[in-house]
Each structure stands twice: as structure tokens, then as C-alpha cells.
């Protein structure tokens, strides 16, 4: 395969190909059962950002003679314990109360119970494509898919407010806490390769194959060695 061109016009065709993202084509589609298409899921509209949590990988350095191996050792999303959202509050405050519902359905300090398990609900984030919409319809069409796994609100943001504003939107940010996230890819990704050109534990292979060599090449040397102190003895015999 050829490799890029890196002038104007290559990266023009590539963004007439492949377009560009924009953060703005962001969408929070359902939050498990407590926003429901039959009541309130119309609000999640009101979503105003967020973002698309990180992934990370946790490592462990292995030391082999000269050489320092870095091994994967577990995975974790940093944010799963404070994942932040900001909404636009509706004018009777029906969002707000839902959250505050869930919240004290997660845990009561007056009663010391918890109704809800924190497992209970995920919540999921639409990624969306603007390019070739139809006029008459203007459905954006969904790209990629996160879920977040077992969410639950962790602090519901203060409201804040003043008699000497100019009458601004009122936003209510949450943060929430999750367990794990689950992706999903609406089409398969075309710049995926799935034959490596090599496999990734080549050097430790060739550094496997030295050492069997090396081996093979000591149990032959202890065998030479052990047939000249045989040939030493005997000669030794014929001495006396």
C-alpha cells in the first residue's frame, strides 16, 4: 500500500472522503429507566455537554537480562468515578427533580436504605454524522455508540442564581459514577488492519529461540566434555 501524501491536496480528498468530527453532534440517547420514552426522555435533548469517557491501561515493567518488557496489566476508565454532565434546566424543574429522585433513590441518609441498586441503569452516548442528511426528514444519523455501565448520580450540581443577571439559561451540571464502558461500532472501520505485519512478540521470540539454541549447544558440550574425562580415565588405566 502506497503511504499518504501530506500536501494540500491529499488532505483535501481525505476530508471530502472521510469528513471531520464536530462536538457539537453529541447525544445523551437514554439513561436506563429513569428517563423513559413514555414520560421524560424528551429532556435528555436537554443535554448541553459532556464527553466521551477515556480508556486506559495499566502496565507492569518485567526485567529479562538487558532488556526491560512493559506488560499490560488492567484496564480502567479514569473517569468512572466522576463523570461530568451539564444540562439545560426546563422551566418547571422536571429534569432536576428526576435527578434528585434518583439520587435518593441510591442512597437515603434518613433512612440508611438504598431502593436502587447502583447497578441498576447505564447510560448510553450517541455520536452522530451530519454529512448527506435529508432535507425533509433531518435525522442525524447515529456513528458510534458508548454505554456506560451501571451509572448512577454521585453529586447533582448546585443552581445558581441572581436578581442582578440578565435573565441567562439556568444549566444544572451531575456527575455521575459508572462501572465500565461498552462500545459499539454502527459500521466496521476501514482503516482497521487485522494482519499485523509482524507479530508483536517477535523479539521475544528470537530471544526464546537464542536461548534454545544456547541449551542445545551446553547439553552438547557437556556431552563432549564427559566422553573426554571417560577417554582420560581409561587412558589412565592402560598408565598403571
Request: glycine content about 4%; some cysteine.
Given at each position: 500500500?502506497?503511504a499518504p501524501g501530506y500536501d494540500i491536496v491529499h488532505f483535501y480528498n481525505t476530508v471530502t472522503k472521510r469528513g471531520l468530527a464536530r462536538n457539537n453532534l453529541y447525544r445523551i440517547n437514554s439513561i436506563g429507566s429513569i428517563f423513559t420514552a413514555e414520560s421524560n426522555a424528551d429532556l435528555l435533548i436537554y443535554a448541553k455537554d459532556g464527553l466521551v469517557p477515556s480508556r486506559s491501561i495499566d502496565?507492569?515493567?518485567?526485567?529479562?537480562?538487558?532488556?526491560?518488557?512493559?506488560?499490560?496489566?488492567?484496564?480502567?476508565?479514569?473517569?468512572?468515578?466522576?463523570?461530568?454532565?451539564?444540562?439545560?434546566?426546563?422551566?418547571?424543574?422536571?429534569?432536576?427533580?428526576?435527578?434528585?429522585?434518583?439520587?435518593?433513590?441510591?442512597?437515603?441518609?434518613?433512612?440508611?436504605?438504598?431502593?436502587?441498586?447502583?447497578?441498576?441503569?447505564?447510560?448510553?452516548?450517541?455520536?452522530?454524522?451530519?454529512?448527506?442528511?435529508?432535507?425533509?426528514?433531518?435525522?442525524?444519523?447515529?456513528?458510534?455508540?458508548?454505554?456506560?455501565?451501571?451509572?448512577?448520580?454521585?453529586?447533582?450540581?448546585?443552581?445558581?442564581?441572581?436578581?442582578?443577571?440578565?435573565?441567562?439559561?439556568?444549566?444544572?451540571?451531575?456527575?455521575?459514577?459508572?462501572?465500565?464502558?461498552?462500545?459499539?461500532?454502527?459500521?466496521?472501520?476501514?482503516?482497521?488492519?487485522?494482519?499485523?505485519?509482524?507479530?508483536?512478540?517477535?523479539?521475544?521470540?528470537?530471544?526464546?529461540?537464542?536461548?534454545?539454541?544456547?541449551?542445545?549447544?551446553?547439553?552438547?558440550?557437556?556431552?563432549?566434555?564427559?566422553?573426554?574425562?571417560?577417554?582420560?580415565?581409561?587412558?589412565?588405566?592402560?598408565?598403571?
Amino acid at each position: 500500500m502506497p503511504a499518504p501524501g501530506y500536501d494540500i491536496v491529499h488532505f483535501y480528498n481525505t476530508v471530502t472522503k472521510r469528513g471531520l468530527a464536530r462536538n457539537n453532534l453529541y447525544r445523551i440517547n437514554s439513561i436506563g429507566s429513569i428517563f423513559t420514552a413514555e414520560s421524560n426522555a424528551d429532556l435528555l435533548i436537554y443535554a448541553k455537554d459532556g464527553l466521551v469517557p477515556s480508556r486506559s491501561i495499566d502496565t507492569q515493567t518485567v526485567k529479562y537480562k538487558a532488556f526491560d518488557f512493559v506488560v499490560p496489566m488492567s484496564a480502567k476508565y479514569p473517569e468512572n468515578t466522576a463523570w461530568v454532565v451539564t444540562f439545560y434546566c426546563d422551566k418547571s424543574y422536571v429534569l432536576r427533580s428526576i435527578l434528585e429522585s434518583w439520587s435518593r433513590a441510591t442512597y437515603d441518609e434518613h433512612q440508611h436504605t438504598q431502593e436502587l441498586s447502583f447497578a441498576a441503569n447505564d447510560i448510553e452516548i450517541v455520536l452522530l454524522d451530519n454529512s448527506n442528511i435529508d432535507p425533509s426528514k433531518r435525522v442525524l444519523k447515529p456513528i458510534k455508540t458508548y454505554k456506560l455501565v451501571g451509572a448512577f448520580p454521585v453529586n447533582i450540581g448546585a443552581l445558581q442564581y441572581s436578581v442582578e443577571s440578565s435573565g441567562e439559561f439556568v444549566t444544572q451540571q451531575v456527575t455521575m459514577a459508572f462501572q465500565y464502558v461498552v462500545t459499539e461500532q454502527e459500521q466496521t472501520a476501514p482503516f482497521l488492519n487485522t494482519a499485523p505485519a509482524r507479530t508483536p512478540l517477535e523479539p521475544l521470540n528470537k530471544i526464546q529461540k537464542f536461548n534454545e539454541v544456547a541449551n542445545r549447544v551446553g547439553k552438547v558440550a557437556n556431552q563432549v566434555t564427559g566422553a573426554l574425562s571417560r577417554v582420560n580415565n581409561l587412558f589412565r588405566g592402560f598408565g598403571r
